[in-house]
Nanobody, 124 residues
Framework: QVQLIESGGGLVQAGDSLRLSCAAS????????MGWFRQAPGKEREFVAA????????YYADAVKGRFTISRDNARNTVYLQMNILKPEDTAVYYC?????????????????WGQGTQVTVSS
């Protein structure tokens, strides 16, 4: 059983940056592909970014491509989401998720483990 704890959210202004962290425990972290998803009020949860278990492959939603960067440190059992040039439409609760597989998925139903989420609010 993998436990995930996100941190790093907050209230920022448009154009600012934030780095989210997701610390994993309870499993062999390097066996899991990791993803970040977000859910804005009144909207469905959506894919943001994902990384393969070795870190060699990443994928981004079009809405964040070029602004967000996902990375992982398997020695620290942590995955990160660096978010730059934040926009008000990035406001959401951000969740990390783990999938016991080499490769990631963009579908939330293919991730078995989820964190509790961290709020990101971007003011205009």
């Amino acid at each position: 059983q993998v436990q995930l704890i996100e941190s790093g959210g907050g209230l920022v202004q448009a154009g600012d940056s934030l780095r989210l962290s997701c610390a994993a425990s309870g499993g062999t972290f390097s066996f899991y592909a990791m993803g970040w998803f977000r859910q804005a009020p009144g909207k469905e949860r959506e894919f943001v970014a994902a990384i393969s278990y070795g870190g060699g492959s990443t994928y981004y939603a079009d809405a964040v491509k070029g602004r967000f960067t996902i990375s992982r440190d398997n020695a620290r059992n942590t995955v990160y989401l660096q978010m730059n040039i934040l926009k008000p439409e990035d406001t959401a609760v951000y969740y990390c998720a783990a999938r016991r597989a080499f490769y990631y998925s963009t579908h939330d139903n293919e991730y078995a483990y989820w964190g509790q989420g961290t709020q990101v609010t971007v003011s205009s």
